[in-house]
C-alpha cells in the first residue's frame, strides 16, 4: 500500500481525472504536475528521472526517489505511461477520451492494489446523468437489464452501482414529468430559488458550509445579514425578471417550481425573523400553495413549537430534521450539542404543527462508527417514520475541523463499507420509500455515494433539479450560487462570497455578477 508517495501527471488536461481516481485508492499521497517536478527536486530528495514521453503518463514515484527494490513495504514505485492517445478509437470526443485515459489508469491501480471501487472509474457526481445518456438511446420501452449491464460494462462498476444509477434516473424522470419538466434541452423549464441562513447552533466536525455558530454572533451581525439578504432578493427579483421580459414572458407570473432555505441552519433564526424572511420571499415571487416550499430545520437544538407553527402558517410544507446519527458519543464527538432524544421531540412538535412531509438525513462513516452504530440509528429512523431519508457518506473537505485539525483526530476510525450502505438502502426499501437523486463527492468515504430515498410524492423537487442541472438557480445569500441555464445544456454560474461580513458589505455585488452573467457580459463568476 502506498502512504509516501509523488504521482507526477505528465498531461495537464487529465490531471483532475488523475488525483481524483488515485484519492479513491490511496489516501495522503502528493500528486503534482510536471511542470511542478523541478522545483520538487530542488526542494526534496527526489532524484528519479521522468522519461519524457508525448502521451498523458501517470507516474508514482516514492517521495525519497529509492527504486521498486525499496525495503520500505509503504513506499511504491510505478514508472510507467498508463495511457496515451489510441489512433484506433474512432470516437475522439473530449469526454470519450478522458475515459479511455481513466479506463487505463483504473485497470492499473487495481492490477497494483487487488481492489476495485464500487463505481470503477466514475469520478463524475452525477451518475443518473450517464444513465440518462443509456435511457435516451431507446425509442420505445427499456430493457433494464441490457443497460444495468452496459453500464457496469463501460464504467467498470459493480452491478449494485449501475442498478442505482438507472433505478435514480428513472424515478428523476417520472417525478420531473408529473412536474411538466423534462429532461430534453429547452429554455422553459422553470426556475427555483434558494436562500442561504449561514448560521447555526455550533459548527459539526465534518462541516465545510458557510456557518457562523451563534454564539460567535451578535444580534446586530444577524439583523444586517437579514437586511442585506431581503435587499439581494428583492434586487435578484428585479434582475432575473428581464431575463423573462426578454423571452416575450409576463414578469407578473414569476413563479418559481420550488423554493428551498437551506444553510447553515435556517431555524437558528427566530421566529420572527423567519416569518420576515418568507414574507420577503413571497412578496417577490407567487408562490402557488401546491409547489414544494422547504426549509432545513436541520438542527433539533433550534427547532421550537413556535418556529415550526410560523412555518407552517406562512405555507412551509416540508422540512428537514437531521440527527446525523442517534449515538448520542458520535453526537459528542462530531460537535453536535443535542442528544438522540431531542430528535424525537422535535419530530413530535413538527406532526403536531401540522407537517406531514419530514425528511432526515444521516452521514456514513462519522467517527467510531460502524455497522452497529449505523444499525442503531436505523432502529431509532423507524420509530420515526419520516417521509424521506437522505443518506450521505462522510466527505472530508478541506475547510472542515476534521481536516483543518487532522492531527487532533487521527486517533478517530472513519468507517464506511459495503455491508453499511446496503443496509442503509435495504431500510430505507423497507419503510417503501425509493431512490430519487443521488451524487458523489471528492474524498468521500469508501469512494460511495449520497442517496435520497422518499415515499412516492414525498420526494423534493429542487434536490433534482439543482443535482441534474436542468432549471435556473436563482439563489441569494452568503455562499449561495446561482445556475442560469444558456442553452444547449450550458450553465453560467454567479456565485456570491461565503464570508459573511463581506457578503454585508458587498451585497451590490452580488446583485451585480447576477446581472452580467445573465447579460452574457461575464461567465461563471
Same mark, same amino acid.
Given at each position: 500500500?502506498?502512504?509516501?508517495?509523488?504521482?507526477?501527471?505528465?498531461?495537464?488536461?487529465?490531471?483532475?481525472?488523475?488525483?481524483?481516481?488515485?484519492?479513491?485508492?490511496?489516501?495522503?499521497?502528493?500528486?503534482?504536475?510536471?511542470?511542478?517536478?523541478?522545483?520538487?527536486?530542488?526542494?526534496?530528495?527526489?532524484?528519479?528521472?521522468?522519461?519524457?514521453?508525448?502521451?498523458?503518463?501517470?507516474?508514482?514515484?516514492?517521495?525519497?526517489?529509492?527504486?521498486?527494490?525499496?525495503?520500505?513495504?509503504?513506499?511504491?514505485?510505478?514508472?510507467?505511461?498508463? &495511457?496515451?492517445?489510441?489512433?484506433?478509437?474512432?470516437?475522439?470526443? %473530449?469526454?470519450?477520451?478522458?475515459?479511455?485515459?481513466?479506463?487505463?489508469?483504473?485497470?492499473?491501480?487495481?492490477?497494483?492494489?487487488?481492489?476495485?471501487?464500487?463505481?470503477? &472509474?466514475?469520478?463524475?457526481?452525477?451518475?443518473? *446523468?450517464? +444513465?440518462?445518456?443509456?435511457?435516451?438511446?431507446?425509442?420505445?420501452?427499456?430493457? *433494464?437489464?441490457?443497460?444495468?449491464?452496459? &453500464?457496469?460494462?463501460?464504467?467498470?462498476?459493480?452491478?449494485?452501482?449501475?442498478?442505482?444509477?438507472?433505478?435514480?434516473?428513472?424515478?428523476?424522470?417520472?417525478?420531473?414529468?408529473?412536474?411538466?419538466?423534462?429532461?430534453?434541452?429547452?429554455?422553459?423549464?422553470?426556475?427555483?430559488?434558494?436562500?442561504?441562513?449561514?448560521?447555526?447552533? =455550533?459548527?459539526?466536525?465534518?462541516?465545510?458550509?458557510?456557518?457562523?455558530?451563534?454564539?460567535?454572533?451578535?444580534?446586530?451581525?444577524?439583523?444586517?445579514?437579514?437586511?442585506?439578504?431581503?435587499?439581494?432578493?428583492?434586487?435578484?427579483?428585479?434582475?432575473?425578471?428581464?431575463?423573462?421580459? *426578454?423571452?416575450?414572458?409576463?414578469?407578473?407570473?414569476?413563479?418559481?417550481?420550488?423554493?428551498?432555505?437551506?444553510?447553515?441552519?435556517?431555524?437558528?433564526?427566530?421566529?420572527?425573523?423567519?416569518?420576515?424572511?418568507?414574507?420577503?420571499? *413571497?412578496?417577490?415571487?407567487?408562490?402557488?400553495?401546491?409547489?414544494?416550499?422547504?426549509?432545513?430545520?436541520?438542527?433539533?437544538?433550534?427547532?421550537?413549537?413556535?418556529?415550526?407553527?410560523?412555518?407552517?402558517?406562512?405555507?412551509?410544507?416540508?422540512?428537514?430534521?437531521?440527527?446525523?446519527?442517534?449515538?448520542?458519543?458520535?453526537?459528542?464527538?462530531?460537535?453536535?450539542?443535542? =442528544?438522540?432524544?431531542?430528535?424525537?421531540?422535535?419530530?413530535?412538535?413538527? %406532526?403536531?404543527?401540522?407537517?406531514?412531509?419530514?425528511?432526515?438525513?444521516?452521514?456514513?462513516?462519522?467517527?467510531?462508527?460502524?455497522?452497529?452504530?449505523?444499525?442503531?440509528?436505523?432502529?431509532?429512523?423507524?420509530?420515526?417514520?419520516?417521509?424521506?431519508?437522505?443518506?450521505?457518506?462522510?466527505?472530508?473537505?478541506?475547510?472542515?475541523?476534521?481536516?483543518?485539525?487532522?492531527?487532533?483526530?487521527?486517533?478517530?476510525?472513519?468507517?464506511?463499507?459495503?455491508?453499511?450502505?446496503?443496509?442503509?438502502?435495504? &431500510?430505507?426499501?423497507?419503510?417503501?420509500?425509493?431512490?430519487?437523486?443521488?451524487?458523489?463527492?471528492?474524498?468521500?468515504?469508501? #469512494?460511495?455515494?449520497?442517496?435520497?430515498?422518499?415515499?412516492?410524492?414525498?420526494?423534493?423537487?429542487?434536490?433534482?433539479?439543482?443535482?441534474?442541472?436542468?432549471?435556473?438557480?436563482?439563489?441569494?445569500?452568503?455562499?449561495?450560487?446561482?445556475?442560469?441555464?444558456?442553452? #444547449?445544456?450550458?450553465?453560467?454560474? +454567479?456565485?456570491?462570497?461565503?464570508?459573511?461580513?463581506?457578503?454585508?458589505?458587498?451585497?451590490?455585488?452580488?446583485?451585480?455578477?447576477?446581472?452580467?452573467?445573465?447579460?452574457?457580459?461575464?461567465?461563471?463568476?
Amino acid at each position: 500500500m502506498i502512504k509516501n508517495a509523488i504521482v507526477i501527471i505528465k498531461n495537464e488536461e487529465y490531471y483532475d481525472d488523475t488525483q481524483l481516481l488515485i484519492r479513491s485508492f490511496f489516501k495522503g499521497v502528493n500528486i503534482i504536475k510536471e511542470q511542478c517536478f523541478e522545483d520538487l527536486k530542488r526542494n526534496t530528495d527526489v532524484s528519479v528521472k521522468v522519461r519524457p514521453h508525448p502521451g498523458a503518463g501517470v507516474f508514482f514515484l516514492s517521495s525519497d526517489g529509492s527504486g521498486p527494490d525499496t525495503d520500505d513495504p509503504d513506499t511504491v514505485l510505478i514508472d510507467t505511461v498508463i &495511457f496515451e492517445p489510441d489512433p484506433d478509437v474512432k470516437d475522439q470526443r %473530449r469526454g470519450s477520451m478522458h475515459d479511455h485515459f481513466k479506463r487505463g489508469l483504473y485497470n492499473a491501480l487495481t492490477d497494483l492494489t487487488g481492489r476495485t471501487l464500487p463505481w470503477g &472509474f466514475l469520478t463524475g457526481v452525477r451518475p443518473a *446523468k450517464r +444513465a440518462m445518456e443509456f435511457i435516451s438511446s431507446y425509442d420505445g420501452d427499456i430493457n *433494464k437489464v441490457e443497460i444495468i449491464s452496459a &453500464f457496469s460494462e463501460k464504467y467498470m462498476t459493480s452491478e449494485k452501482k449501475a442498478r442505482l444509477a438507472l433505478d435514480v434516473a428513472l424515478n428523476e424522470t417520472e417525478i420531473l414529468n408529473d412536474h411538466g419538466i423534462s429532461y430534453d434541452d429547452g429554455s422553459d423549464r422553470g426556475f427555483s430559488v434558494y436562500v442561504g441562513i449561514p448560521f447555526c447552533p =455550533t459548527t459539526c466536525l465534518y462541516c465545510s458550509f458557510p456557518s457562523i455558530p451563534m454564539d460567535r454572533c451578535d444580534q446586530k451581525l444577524i439583523s444586517d445579514y437579514m437586511r442585506s439578504l431581503c435587499f439581494e432578493i428583492r434586487e435578484s427579483r428585479r434582475i432575473y425578471s428581464e431575463r423573462f421580459l *426578454k423571452k416575450g414572458c409576463d414578469t407578473d407570473g414569476l413563479q418559481p417550481s420550488s423554493v428551498y432555505i437551506g444553510g447553515g441552519t435556517p431555524t437558528a433564526l427566530s421566529a420572527q425573523e423567519l416569518e420576515e424572511l418568507i414574507a420577503c420571499i *413571497k412578496n417577490c415571487f407567487i408562490i402557488k400553495e401546491d409547489i414544494e416550499f422547504c426549509v432545513e430545520a436541520g438542527r433539533p437544538d433550534s427547532i421550537t413549537a413556535e418556529k415550526l407553527q410560523v412555518l407552517k402558517s406562512c405555507g412551509v410544507n416540508r422540512i428537514s430534521v437531521n440527527p446525523q446519527s442517534m449515538n448520542p458519543e458520535t453526537l459528542e464527538i462530531i460537535g453536535r450539542d443535542h =442528544t438522540p432524544e431531542d430528535i424525537f421531540i422535535a419530530f413530535e412538535m413538527a %406532526r403536531s404543527a401540522g407537517f406531514d412531509n419530514i425528511n432526515t438525513d444521516i452521514i456514513l462513516g462519522l467517527p467510531e462508527e460502524g455497522v452497529q452504530e449505523v444499525k442503531k440509528t436505523l432502529d431509532a429512523l423507524k420509530k420515526l417514520k419520516p417521509e424521506g431519508l437522505t443518506v450521505h457518506s462522510l466527505a472530508l473537505k478541506r475547510a472542515s475541523r476534521l481536516k483543518v485539525d487532522a492531527d487532533n483526530y487521527k486517533d478517530l476510525t472513519l468507517e464506511n463499507s459495503e455491508e453499511i450502505m446496503d443496509m442503509t438502502s435495504e &431500510f430505507a426499501e423497507s419503510l417503501g420509500m425509493r431512490p430519487y437523486y443521488m451524487y458523489r463527492q471528492q474524498n468521500m468515504a469508501g #469512494n460511495f455515494e449520497n442517496t435520497g430515498y422518499a415515499l412516492r410524492g414525498k420526494e423534493s423537487l429542487y434536490n433534482i433539479v439543482i443535482m441534474e442541472e436542468i432549471q435556473d438557480i436563482l439563489a441569494m445569500g452568503a455562499g449561495a450560487s446561482s445556475k442560469f441555464m444558456m442553452g #444547449n445544456n450550458r450553465f453560467e454560474r +454567479a456565485s456570491n462570497v461565503k464570508d459573511v461580513v463581506n457578503y454585508i458589505k458587498r451585497t451590490d455585488e452580488m446583485c451585480r455578477r447576477k446581472k452580467m452573467v445573465l447579460d452574457g457580459q461575464h461567465k461563471n463568476y
